[in-house]
């Protein structure tokens, strides 16, 4: 088949947001959308002539064609060779797996992650460089400029390569290997935990649910859960991948994820409960009738992974993201390693993994990860969870109470308002910055605020900067405030409202986290008058 040069021209919009591009999926459907961002990626990367790319997605609606377009573009780029999920199927932290594993140059996943799927829902595309890892700001600024310049990109005209079955095919020059998408990630899940530990708990009588979402998890959640550690079948629920996800939203929270959480909460409810989302990097964990934010299960990790055999030295350090709540700081303070903070985003951890200053890491959004990988991982968190119940015989309850009894419990919530006009949410977020420098000291809704600031961050490895990074308000007594605007959103503006109160005091570890949170509720509200300048007056979901 020939190779085509067609000529383009740049289209308004590809800016890359916090983890890749996003759109409607009929906006990537449209002439050249999807063709223009491919080429400006391989174009802003330096080419990909003689490279091998990690292709991959989530399952859902135009997965499969968008993938067939890449494998066009990357054989007429004269990439060398496409490893590629049978039937396009590939979850995030084993696309990072096998880009590491393959020693390959990159991979493109497709994802718009929890966002629902469908023709009239979301879609998403992603690089993610040689470290396994999403593109760092400097690369996604390269692609993005290509976006505003690009004039042609290149495509065979071939109408298809097979990607149903496992081996390896020429395609018009370049070669493509279809995998398995679960056999190497399951056998890296094997060298990091102990299966025998884990098997042995299952056939103790110990139970669990784990809600796949109709998502990409499916597959991995039958093999490893049910055929490799024993656990009983009907464990994963929702477990059949579907291009729309069963029509649901595959965000795995207590609100999207509610038929697990009634399990959960309900009559004769199992030890243990857990979800991943779209593309299978998040988790949320349930004990019996006991949610664990993600920032406190963050902290429990931290304080317990030496229980498994992939962290039986001890961690060489942590880090969460700036609006991820501070009980893990507690907990590494404790053990006298590292904690850092970055900006939201899983990007900002890839070089302090790769430094090897941090083992663990992880972020409020539901994402917990580690240096196995360069991405967040929604398996490996549930299998170091069941590690850690499997070593201490505590239920997630009793292993809560125990965290907060020794390190205080940081009470935690976040509150979205989404859809926002997004000039309104804009100037909300302006006059809040405005009123910054002048808040230290002052009252607001019964609090004194200790410091007020806009996050910035300095990248202790490659030294870059990155401003603007959400506004933080600290009261005294352990409460805080964090506000900053959604960066994965496809549409208007999305405000995000972080809430956080600390509390040491014995006889107040086990209040409802709302009661805990009224005051700096009231204070974050009344501050950024949020009512009045978005006409908003409550949130969308609160998490
Ligand atoms: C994606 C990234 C996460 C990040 C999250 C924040 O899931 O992979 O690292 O925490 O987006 O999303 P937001 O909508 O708050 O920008
Ligand atoms: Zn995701």
Known sequence: MPMQTVRTHPIDGQKPGTSGLRKKTAVFKRPHYLENYVQSIFDGIGGVEGKTLVVGGDGRFFNDDAIQIILNMAAANDAAKCIVGQRGILSTPAVSHLIRLRRADGGLILSASHNPGGP????????????????????TDKIFKRTTKIEIYKITASCGVDIDNLGTRNHEGMEVEVVDPVEDYAALMETIFDFDKIRALFASGFSMRFDAMHAVTGPYAHAILERKLGAAKGTVMNGTPSPDFGGGHPDPNPIWAKELMDVMYGAGAPDFGAASDGDGDRNMVVGRGAYVTPSDSLAVL????????????????????????????????????????TPTGWKFFGNLLDAGKVTLCGEESAGTGSDHVREKDGLWAVLLWLNILAETKQSVADLM????????????SRHDY???DSDKANAMIEALRAKLPSLAGTAIAGLTVETADEFAYDDPVDGSHSAGQGLRIAFEGGARAVFRLSGTGTEGATIRIYLEQLETAADKLHMQPEEALGSVLDAALTVSDLSAKTGRVEPDVIT
């Open 302 to 341: 931290c304080a317990k992974a030496h229980l498994a055999p992939g962290y039986k030295d001890g961690l060489a350090g942590v880090a969460r993201s700036m609006p991820t709540s501070r009980a893990v700081d507690r907990v590494a303070a404790s053990l006298g390693i590292d904690c850092f903070e």
């Open 418 to 420: 989404e859809d926002v």
């Open 401 to 412: 109470a125990d965290l907060w009894k020794a390190h205080g419990r940081c009470y935690y």
């Open 120 to 139: 009239n829902a979301d879609f998403g595309l992603k690089y993610n460089g040689p470290n396994g890892g999403p593109a760092t700001e400097a690369v």
